[in-house]
DNA sequence: AAATGTGGAATTTTT
DNA sequence: TTCCACATTT
């Protein structure tokens, strides 16, 4: 086996990739080249002949991933990656929506709902109705709808234990009708409805499980349950379903996914003849040792785990640093002078990862990037597709393609404005609803309830029929940047005296279809076509017979990049979940505090410290060579000076691997250091100082009485704490202490036994 | 129909 | 603090 292919895997990854045909779990630590295994073993099924590429599926989360994987493969050989099931979860099922519409029950034009459309139709929905939104707060509605179906219920199988819950069945039952009254469906829709129909039409669950010889799945410890059973019908008794995952770096549980489906998947997809095969990748490429063993003793905290060791033939490397800011500010300022040094050295500003549990914390750091002249790009924020301009552009397009769909006819009926109030829209919904009808219908059909047809009404039907007419022969850009003028949105943001960087997404609307039509031809060759259930002929990637229909998914199934990415090199911000799968030569983990990392919500969640926790390895080893973890005495939120306790996480790290920059105590906590000698002591420590800087600045002792505001105490009964607030003097004395385990209380000085800690 | 004011809430996020 | 939804004003 002297296959290029093969060359520099190590044993159990060579494994992996030529594992006989038969289901595999493959438990892939945190860089440990679970890509490259995964697309080795496609290419390897590929090379061998033992698959076609038309047998193989191949499934991911993101389409970046759906994306590497296809780049990866075409590098390593030479097949044709057009005809080849590799996607998102969303967009295979779309592309098989699209192939079988009439047998999923779906108009042959189905728009895809992201989630703003969604969130607008149940607030639609809720005027239409008179639901009280107080009872029931729509985000509310909108959570229980995706975890029913992310769970394979609808409304008549979701069992309500209480009346709310009663009623929110009532209304998921409602929106149902809604959406497919209009001809829309949202993300889980399209995962729930392709379950249903191989569920329901055996031919085509044939069809599918003799075709999908092997069916790889990537992330595999996010999927949800409905993904899940998704797996499980496709996969026919020949078919080897090769999943890869870590369940340490399990985070996505908030949002549906189930880990026990790797504990689940032994069992289900095994054979008496061919039993699940398991394989552990332990062998770290990215970080170096100490890292590594802060990662691991870290992870060794959370019970539920498969277990599993990161290791590296690699140095052990610097250790981790540690830094107590006495505030948010100076935890920012740190940050500053150690890439400021970084950079001077010649480390490249992308590869300096500052990461931190909620956005709301980018604010500062950004804050201090900018004064310090620092290039950085933060990630998250509002997607291209997800624009309002953007939408509404989108918005005309799909009422050229699909009429009914009256989320899109609402968004721009009078957008810009053009005389048709909000009266008009009120009646004409009253039409429409008597009617059964749509809006678009309803207003063909002469307008409002008092039967005077508006003369803006009927301008815009016309106006729509006019673009379709006009866009009919046209190629999608084409079409896309005539119904940017037609519409008047031009028009409109030009008066706009800010509105010029929408007028550039506009234009760049077009470009983007040009670029997916670029690309979705080079994804497209003959169409499949089998003997018994062929796929319907595909126009583009997206698998809709028309290119603007495909556009239109496009848009909805892949959000674009956050901002385009600038030319000079930029640190990188983002939250420790944006950083899930990257890496970066330095990382900072920052706001290690109590109540924010592990956020003070996640206590209250079942398993939520676990998850935490995970979130905590997750973003230790995005660190290849440099790893800062810090946390601040004193830190601003929602306005409100808030005064946290040190991370558990902080604690869970060995000593033995970390150099803490700041002077600090035997214990958890924060440091006892006044702010004023804090500049001075941190011009003292340099990013290179070596790693026996340690804890090794004495701590001028606490003076017994001198207690203040933002100080670590302990207390006999209620453990560590920090001083949140006092009051009084002398005998009367007390301080608020809030305590790590125990919460808020007020001591009286003279009473409690306080010490430093 | 745009501009201004008020109250409340405030993780994490891809599709 | 900041963002949002909603109500009220202009």
Same mark, same amino acid.
């Given at each position: 086996m002297?296959?290029?292919?093969?060359?520099?895997?190590?044993?159990?990854?060579?494994a992996?990739v030529?594992?006989?045909?038969?289901s595999?779990?493959?438990?892939?630590?945190?860089?440990? /080249?679970? &890509?490259r295994?995964?697309?080795?073993?496609?290419?390897?099924? %590929?090379?061998t !002949?033992q698959?076609?590429?038309?047998?193989?599926?191949?499934?991911? $989360?993101?389409?970046?991933a759906?994306?590497?994987?296809?780049?990866r493969?075409?590098?390593?050989?030479? +097949?044709?990656?057009r005809?080849?099931?590799?996607?998102?979860?969303?967009?295979?099922?779309?592309?098989?929506?699209?192939a079988?519409?009439?047998?999923a =029950?779906?108009?042959?034009?189905?728009?895809?709902?992201?989630?703003?459309?969604?969130?607008?139709?149940?607030?639609?929905?809720?005027?239409? @109705?008179?639901?009280?939104?107080?009872?029931?707060?729509?985000?509310?509605?909108?959570?229980?709808?995706?975890?029913?179906?992310?769970?394979?219920?609808?409304?008549?199988q979701?069992?309500?234990?209480?009346?709310?819950?009663?009623?929110?069945? #009532? @209304?998921?039952?409602?929106?149902?009708?809604?959406?497919?009254?209009?001809?829309?469906?949202d993300?889980?829709e399209l995962?729930?409805?392709?379950?249903?129909?191989l569920?329901?039409? =055996?031919?085509?669950?044939? @069809?599918?499980?003799?075709?999908?010889?092997?069916?790889?799945?990537?992330?595999?410890?996010?999927?949800?349950?409905?993904?899940?059973?998704?797996?499980?019908l496709?996969?026919?008794d020949?078919?080897?379903? $090769?999943?890869?995952g870590?369940?340490?770096q399990?985070?996505?549980?908030?949002?549906?996914a189930?880990?026990?489906?790797?504990?689940?998947?032994e069992?289900?997809?095994?054979r008496?003849?061919?039993?699940?095969?398991?394989?552990k990748l332990?062998q770290?490429?990215?970080?170096?040792?100490?890292?590594?063993?802060?990662?691991n003793?870290l992870?060794?905290?959370?019970?539920?785990?498969?277990?599993?060791?990161?290791?590296?033939?690699?140095?052990? /490397?610097d250790?981790?640093?540690?830094?107590?800011a006495?505030?948010?500010?100076?935890?920012?300022?740190?940050?500053? *002078?150690?890439?400021?040094?970084?950079?001077?050295?010649?480390?490249?500003?992308?590869?300096?990862?500052?990461?931190?549990?909620?956005?709301?914390?980018?604010?500062?750091? #950004?804050h201090?990037l900018f004064?310090?002249?620092?290039?950085?790009?933060?990630?998250? /924020?509002?997607?291209?597709?997800?624009?309002?301009?953007?939408?509404?552009?989108?918005?005309?397009?799909?009422?050229?393609?699909?009429?009914?769909?009256d989320?899109?006819?609402?968004r721009?009926?009078?957008?810009?404005?053009r005389?048709?109030?909000a009266?008009?829209?009120e009646?004409?919904t009253?039409?429409?609803?008597?009617?059964g009808?749509?809006?678009?219908?309803?207003?063909?059909?002469g307008g409002?309830?008092?039967?005077?047809?508006?003369?803006?009404?009927?301008?815009?039907?016309e106006l729509?029929?006019s673009?379709?007419?006009?866009?009919?022969?046209l190629?999608?850009?084409?079409?896309?940047d005539?119904v940017?003028?037609?519409?008047?949105?031009?028009a @409109?943001?030009?008066k706009?005296?800010?509105?010029?960087d929408?007028l550039?997404?506009?234009?760049?609307?077009?470009?983007?279809?040009e670029?997916?039509?670029? =690309?979705a031809?080079?994804a497209?060759?003959?169409?499949? &076509?089998t003997?018994?259930a !062929?796929?319907?002929?595909r126009?583009?990637?997206e !698998?809709?017979?028309?290119?603007?229909t495909?556009?239109?998914?496009h848009?909805?199934?892949?959000?674009?990049?956050?901002q385009?990415?600038?030319?000079?090199p930029a640190m990188?911000l983002?939250?420790?979940?944006?950083?899930?799968?990257?890496e970066?030569?330095?990382v900072?983990v920052?706001?290690?505090?109590?109540g924010?990392f592990?956020?003070?919500q996640?206590?209250?969640?079942?398993?939520?410290v =676990? #998850?935490?926790?995970?979130l905590?390895?997750?973003?230790?080893?995005?660190?290849?060579?440099? %790893?800062? +973890?810090?946390h601040?005495?004193?830190r601003? %939120?929602?306005?409100q000076v808030?005064?946290?306790?040190?991370?558990?996480?902080l604690?869970?790290?060995?000593?033995?691997?970390?150099?803490?920059l700041?002077?600090r105590?035997?214990r958890r906590?924060?440091?006892?250091? *006044?702010?004023?000698?804090?500049?001075?002591?941190l011009g003292?420590? &340099?990013?290179?100082?070596?790693?026996?800087?340690?804890?090794?600045?004495p +701590?001028s002792?606490?003076?017994?009485?001198?207690w203040?505001?933002?100080?670590?105490?302990?207390?006999?009964? $209620?453990?560590?704490?920090?001083?949140?607030?006092?009051?009084?003097?002398?005998? *009367?004395?007390?301080?608020?202490?809030n305590f790590?385990? &125990?919460?808020?209380?007020?001591?009286?000085?003279?009473?409690?036994?306080l010490?430093?800690a």
């Amino acid at each position: 086996m002297t296959s290029p292919l093969l060359a520099n895997l190590n044993p159990e990854q060579l494994a992996a990739v030529t594992l006989p045909h038969r289901s595999a779990l493959i438990l892939a630590g945190a860089g440990s /080249g679970k &890509t490259r295994v995964l697309t080795t073993r496609i290419a390897w099924l %590929l090379a061998t !002949g033992q698959a076609s590429p038309l047998a193989i599926l191949a499934v991911t $989360f993101t389409n970046k991933a759906a994306k590497e994987m296809l780049v990866r493969l075409s590098a390593m050989t030479p +097949v044709h990656t057009r005809g080849m099931w590799i996607g998102t979860f969303h967009g295979l099922c779309n592309r098989m929506l699209r192939a079988h519409y009439r047998d999923a =029950e779906l108009p042959q034009l189905f728009q895809i709902m992201d989630t703003q459309d969604q969130l607008a139709l149940i607030k639609r929905m809720y005027k239409e @109705h008179g639901i009280d939104d107080e009872r029931f707060p729509q985000r509310q509605l909108q959570y229980f709808i995706a975890s029913a179906k992310e769970e394979g219920l609808r409304p008549n199988q979701v069992e309500a234990g209480d009346d709310i819950a009663r009623r929110q069945v #009532e @209304h998921y039952a409602l929106y149902e009708g809604m959406c497919q009254r209009e001809g829309v469906v949202d993300f889980a829709e399209l995962l729930l409805r392709s379950y249903e129909l191989l569920a329901r039409h =055996e031919g085509l669950r044939e @069809h599918y499980r003799r075709r999908f010889s092997h069916i790889l799945v990537d992330e595999f410890q996010d999927t949800n349950i409905l993904q899940y059973k998704w797996l499980r019908l496709l996969a026919g008794d020949d078919t080897a379903v $090769f999943a890869v995952g870590d369940d340490d770096q399990s985070i996505y549980a908030f949002r549906g996914a189930n880990v026990a489906n790797m504990q689940h998947f032994e069992r289900d997809f095994g054979r008496p003849d061919r039993p699940v095969a398991l394989i552990k990748l332990e062998q770290n490429y990215r970080s170096h040792g100490n890292i590594l063993d802060a990662a691991n003793a870290l992870i060794k905290n959370n019970r539920t785990r498969l277990g599993k060791n990161l290791w590296t033939s690699g140095d052990k /490397g610097d250790l981790v640093r540690a830094l107590a800011a006495p505030s948010d500010v100076e935890e920012a300022a740190f940050i500053v *002078d150690v890439a400021k040094s970084l950079a001077a050295e010649g480390l490249a500003l992308s590869e300096i990862a500052v990461l931190y549990r909620s956005n709301a914390q980018s604010r500062l750091l #950004e804050h201090a990037l900018f004064n310090a002249a620092l290039p950085y790009r933060v990630y998250g /924020g509002m997607r291209f597709f997800e624009r309002a301009e953007v939408k509404s552009a989108l918005a005309y397009l799909r009422l050229v393609a699909h009429p009914d769909d009256d989320g899109a006819f609402l968004r721009v009926a009078n957008f810009p404005p053009r005389g048709i109030g909000a009266r008009t829209l009120e009646n004409l919904t009253d039409a429409a609803r008597t009617q059964g009808t749509s809006l678009w219908q309803a207003a063909c059909a002469g307008g409002g309830a008092g039967g005077k047809p508006s003369a803006s009404l009927r301008a815009f039907i016309e106006l729509i029929e006019s673009m379709r007419a006009a866009t009919a022969g046209l190629p999608l850009p084409e079409a896309v940047d005539h119904v940017n003028a037609a519409s008047g949105l031009i028009a @409109h943001y030009k008066k706009e005296k800010d509105g010029q960087d929408r007028l550039d997404n506009l234009a760049e609307l077009v470009t983007a279809a040009e670029s997916f039509l670029r =690309e979705a031809d080079l994804a497209v060759d003959a169409p499949i &076509t089998t003997p018994d259930a !062929g796929d319907a002929p595909r126009a583009t990637d997206e !698998g809709a017979a028309d290119p603007l229909t495909a556009f239109l998914a496009h848009a909805a199934l892949e959000a674009g990049e956050t901002q385009a990415a600038e030319g000079r090199p930029a640190m990188q911000l983002m939250t420790v979940h944006a950083a899930k799968g990257l890496e970066f030569h330095t990382v900072f983990v920052t706001g290690l505090e109590e109540g924010l990392f592990p956020h003070e919500q996640s206590l209250n969640e079942f398993d939520g410290v =676990e #998850e935490e926790r995970r979130l905590m390895y997750v973003a230790v080893t995005r660190a290849k060579r440099r %790893l800062y +973890v810090t946390h601040a005495q004193s830190r601003m %939120l929602h306005g409100q000076v808030r005064y946290n306790v040190a991370s558990r996480f902080l604690d869970e790290i060995p000593a033995s691997v970390v150099a803490w920059l700041s002077p600090r105590r035997t214990r958890r906590g924060a440091i006892d250091v *006044d702010p004023a000698e804090w500049g001075e002591r941190l011009g003292a420590i &340099t990013p290179q100082s070596s790693p026996s800087v340690a804890a090794r600045v004495p +701590v001028s002792g606490s003076r017994g009485t001198a207690w203040r505001i933002g100080q670590s105490v302990r207390h006999a009964k $209620f453990g560590v704490g920090i001083i949140i607030d006092a009051e009084g003097r002398g005998d *009367d004395a007390r301080v608020q202490v809030n305590f790590r385990d &125990t919460g808020v209380k007020w001591l009286a000085l003279e009473y409690a036994k306080l010490e430093a800690a």
